[in-house]
């Protein structure tokens, strides 16, 4: 029971770059959600999905994009990469039920 | 709306002496708490959550929280803290049925022996 799958685990960057980190749960939870984790600030709400195809803006979402074309899958984008955007990135999802969000392992971005 | 305010962003304790870690919450609807715990290089697991009734709330652990709507706190403790406690830990609120959490900065708990 894998539940939530991130890739890259790491990933180096370059400013300009356009950058997809990967989300993948084997659940079929409906809610799945992007994080980004910096000192000092916890972890911001970057977007989140309600379901397939319904997107919605969290705290900080300017500089990203994402989709969810599939209820497993739901891919986070940095159109233009910025090194404001070095950062931990967490995927969610929340099992209807249980009021609780389970996370991924993270992915490490760096932007030089 | 909510938010979440961790007193303290670093907390050093002795191997076998009381964890407090406090975390205040502002919401604009009866809020459901939460206290997630990170370990290094790893994501967060649910350590305990409150939603509804009693407030005294057990998790994985060892560890408790008590919510106090009075003073709108939901701070958590362990008796006799381990070495394996050495880890960051995050208080978060919801408003319930938008699911979306809004987390406190973190607190960085150090165990020394």
């Known amino acids: 029971d894998a539940g939530i799958t991130q890739s890259p685990r790491y990933k180096i960057t370059e400013t300009g770059r356009q950058v997809t980190l990967m989300c993948h749960q084997t659940?079929?939870?409906?809610?799945m959600f992007w994080y980004r984790q910096d000192l000092g600030h916890g972890l911001r709400l970057i977007y989140y999905?309600?379901?397939?195809?319904?997107?919605d803006k969290g705290e900080v979402p300017d500089g990203y994009v994402v989709s969810r074309s599939k209820t497993e899958n739901f891919p986070l984008t940095l159109e233009s990469a910025t090194r404001s955007q070095t950062s931990v990135y967490f995927c969610?999802?929340?099992?209807?039920?249980?009021?609780?969000?389970?996370f991924g392992p993270g992915t490490r971005l760096t932007v030089l | 709306a909510q938010s979440v305010t961790q007193l303290g962003s670093h907390v050093s304790v002795s191997e076998g002496a009381l964890v407090l870690l406090r975390c205040n919450y502002s919401?604009?609807?009866?809020?459901?708490l939460f206290w997630y715990v990170q370990y290094p290089n790893q994501g967060l697991q649910l350590l305990l959550k409150?939603?509804?009734?009693?407030?005294l709330v057990k998790g994985i652990n060892g560890f408790e929280a008590e919510f106090k709507k009075s003073e709108t706190s939901f701070h958590l403790t362990k008796p006799s803290a381990h070495m394996s406690d050495a880890a960051e830990y995050f208080c978060?609120?919801?408003?319930?049925?938008?699911?979306?959490?809004?987390f406190g900065a973190g607190t960085t708990v150090t165990v020394r022996a």
């Open positions: 969610a999802t929340y099992r209807g039920g249980t009021d609780t969000q389970y």
């Open positions: 659940w079929s939870h409906s809610y």
């Open positions: 999905s309600a379901a397939a195809d319904i997107t």
């Open positions: 919401s604009s609807v009866p809020p459901y």
């Open positions: 409150y939603t509804t009734g009693a407030t």
């Open positions: 978060a609120v919801s408003g319930g049925n938008d699911y979306k959490l809004s």
